[in-house]
């Protein structure tokens, strides 16, 4: 396995995913986990790559050949909790 950043994968600004283009060999790595759990909350993995169906919006797990990340809906950009400002 190579050295893995996943800083290296930030999605642009703007974008629904937080990080995107991560090969699927880092799929169960501690860092990837963390980020898709941000803030306790539990996001979603979306892989991406060859469809068997053109018009399939998504590929299976064993067809990946990468992964984006999407955090939880109730945290913000990047995995920033926006939510617990006002939880105290």
């Keep these: ?7 290296d994968y930030i999605s642009p600004k703007g974008e629904m995913s937080s990080h995107k283009g991560i090969p699927m060999e880092f799929r169960n790595h501690p860092d990837v986990l963390a980020a898709k759990d941000a803030g306790g909350a539990t996001g979603r993995i ?5 469809r068997k ?26 995995g920033l909790i926006e939510y617990l400002e006002g939880v105290k």
Excluded at 46 to 50: Q, S
């Design 53 to 78: 169906d053109w018009m399939a919006l998504t590929c299976l797990m064993e067809d990946a050949i990468s992964f984006a990340i999407y955090p939880e809906t109730r945290t913000g950009y990047k």
């Design 1 to 7: 396995m190579q050295s893995f950043d996943l800083n």
């Design 46 to 50: 979306r892989y991406r790559g060859p």
